[in-house]
Nanobody, 124 residues
């Protein structure tokens, strides 16, 4: 299984940015949770959004709730993260991951597959 994340960049506070994660190597990801994590400099990696591949049920961390939207596109095997009203504190390396955590969103060690990170920098 491979996950390929893209879409990061440098934006200003208040701007929007969309990240994509293309998943390959499995016929289906039914039963999997697709998560978006981020790691800011000097901080631990945290999960900020996740989506149940089977039913589309989303999860959001409080820090991004109301600003970020996670979605999946079954035919294209793609998970997207639309980030609106970006803040400087959203600056981080963003990762997509796939796993089968016991509960959603789960811990990062419950995610089996990881994409490479994509840098998001929000200037004030």
């Amino acid at each position: 299984v491979q996950l390929q994340a893209s879409g990061g960049g440098l934006v200003q506070a208040g701007d929007s940015l969309s990240l994509s994660c293309v998943a390959s190597g499995r016929h289906t990801f039914d039963g999997y949770i697709m998560g978006w994590f981020r790691q800011a400099p000097g901080k631990e990696r945290e999960i900020i959004a996740a989506i149940n591949w089977s039913n589309g049920s989303p999860y959001y961390a409080d820090s991004v709730k109301g600003r970020f939207t996670v979605s999946r596109h079954n035919v294209k095997n793609t998970v997207s993260l639309l980030m609106n009203s970006l803040k400087p504190e959203d600056t981080a390396v963003y990762y997509c991951a796939a796993g089968r955590p016991t509960t959603v969103p789960g811990w990062d060690n419950e995610y089996e597959y990881w994409g490479q990170g994509t840098q998001v920098t929000v200037s004030s």
